[in-house]
């Protein structure tokens, strides 16, 4: 398979994770979580992306964060200790679209980063 050139997707991943870092630090009254819960999400996704290309695989449709950890999983066992159920959050009872708890999005933010680790470390995992 040609890889095409994926470099934009690991740059946009860190420029967003930076982003969601930043407001995080802000104090509590001060975030908007909805950035840190998108920025996340989108950070998640270009970084997994960004593995499954760099190793050669195109990612299954429907592409999911689900789907996309699955596929990176098989390459990298590491991606099994990514717990998404955060990132999901908005499917809870009383929330809108995103989450708009600090506590719920430092969740979604610590997965995110923890991915981008990952996805940064040269040596394979299990």
């Not at 995103?98 to 991915?115: F, G, P, R, T």
Request: net charge negative.
């Amino acid at each position: 398979m040609q890889n095409p050139n994926i470099d934009f997707l690991l740059t946009e991943a860190d420029q967003l994770l930076n982003f969601a870092n930043e407001e995080i630090s802000r104090s509590e009254e001060d975030v908007a979580a909805y950035m840190i819960c998108k920025n996340s999400r989108i950070a998640l996704k270009n970084a997994m992306t960004y593995f499954l290309f760099k190793n050669g695989i195109k990612p299954k449709e429907p592409v999911t964060l689900e789907s996309l950890r699955d596929q990176c999983s098989f390459e990298d066992g590491r991606f099994q200790d990514v717990d998404l159920s955060s990132i999901n959050c908005r499917h809870d009872e009383g929330e809108e679209e995103y989450c708009l708890s600090v506590n719920k999005v430092s969740e979604c933010l610590d997965a995110a980063q923890l991915v981008r680790g990952i996805v940064g470390d040269s040596v394979p995992g299990y």
